[in-house]
């Protein structure tokens, strides 16, 4: 109840003290979340459909990756194979809209997008997916120098597909000039998983091929925009800490008048520094809840803003939420408890003295 009274008191302080928090806090959770989520769609785009991921051996990025599309033949009279299909993944300009995804993939695997209006593509035929088809309202599409009929619309759960166009692979590699991005393969067996990868790898000495679950541990892309955001959200969050401490300890500061009268009329420090430690708990946990509702909020938006197209989602994670709160309480108590220490130790005249300086 003290607690709630002081901050009440200095209203302007107070909300000073709540938005640097609350805008530290949403920094981290924003770039972190959308980082994670890129990630997160790429990743189960591979992993949903497939035990199995074959790409050119020494390419590191599927979008350069080129693999013989003759080796499906093989692959499907493997024991223990239930399903293989293979995709070209590339991005190009798609009429007005300056990028977009494009998936080529063989007929088996058309299933996996679903069908909201039209029917499959056939040769010189697109469906676009739901987020894009809102883009167009013609009959046709010019992707790179070529113009496509547009057959149908479908939907994904996974935004990039959501944005993004997909044809048959034989278009897919006239545009791209190859045969393969991949090829994903599927077992009836987790047992039998490592036993086919033997027998895949030998069949081709340009080939890599890997389970879709280390394929997506070690994927360099990955690896790239996990650093990057972790430093961009790591120094975002760092600056914003320290300027919630700095804030802190000047308010603090400026109350050395309030905290001198308290120990002339025999206040402990203990009681000092316990009230402080409220404000600041109250203060800290009231902005970082304030900022997980309003990221949580704008995370929720992003898949439904058309000129995003689907791209950019965002997921955040229990653990990194938990660790903003840990690293939020602790800086706010830091800047708040230390000088309120120091001066709870300063003789009471001084800190009135310095108070009305």
């Known amino acids: 109840m003290i607690a709630l009274k002081a901050l009440s008191k200095n209203p302007f302080k107070s909300l000073l003290i709540f938005s640097s928090i609350t805008i530290a806090v949403m920094a981290i959770f924003l770039i972190s979340s ?16 497939g035990d199995i ?21 093989k692959i499907d009279k493997l024991e223990h194979v239930t399903s293989s299909y293979a995709m070209i993944v590339g991005a190009s300009p798609i009429g007005h809209i300056p990028i977009a995804g494009i998936y080529g993939t063989t007929a088996n695997h058309f299933s996996h997008y679903k069908l909201s209006s039209g ?47 997909v044809m048959n692979i034989e278009d897919a590699g006239v545009l791209f000039n190859r045969s393969a991005s991949f090829i994903l393969v599927s077992s009836d067996s987790p047992n039998k998983i490592d036993n086919i990868i033997k027998k895949i790898s030998g069949m081709d000495s340009a ?19 996990e650093n990057s955001s972790f430093v961009i959200s790591t120094l975002a969050f760092a600056m914003g800490l320290m300027g919630i401490a700095s804030v802190m300890s000047m308010i603090v500061n400026s109350r050395k008048e309030e905290f001198g009268i308290m120990r002339a009329l025999g206040k402990s420090r203990f009681f000092i520094i316990k009230n ?20 949580l909020g704008i995370l929720a938006m992003l898949p439904h803003i ?44 001084l800190l009135i003295n310095q108070g009305c300086a």
Do not use: C, H
């Open 34 to 49: 959308v980082s994670q989520g890129v990630i997160g769609m790429y990743s189960k785009m591979i992993k949903t459909d």
């Open 276 to 295: 402080l430690f409220f404000e600041t708990l109250i203060m800290s946990l009231s902005a970082y809840l304030f900022a997980l509702v309003l990221s």
């Open 119 to 165: 029917k499959y593509p056939k040769e010189g035929e697109v469906i676009l997916g739901a987020n894009l088809a809102k883009q167009f309202a013609t009959v046709g599409v010019n992707i790179g120098n070529k113009r496509f009929r547009i057959s149908g619309v479908y939907s994904s759960d996974i935004g990039f597909e959501e944005g993004g166009v």
């Open 306 to 349: 058309e000129m995003l197209q689907g791209y950019v989602n965002g997921t955040l994670s229990l653990s990194t939420a938990l660790y903003v709160l840990a690293s939020t309480l602790f800086m706010a108590l830091l800047g708040s408890l230390i000088p309120a220490w120091i001066a709870s130790k300063t003789d009471p005249i």
């Open 53 to 73: 991921i074959i790409t050119q051996k020494g390419i590191s990025d599927t979008f350069f990756s080129n693999v013989d599309i003759s080796l499906l033949e």
């Open 207 to 225: 080939i890599e091929v890997k389970t879709t679950k280390n394929f997506v541990k070690e994927y360099n892309q990955f690896k790239i925009i």
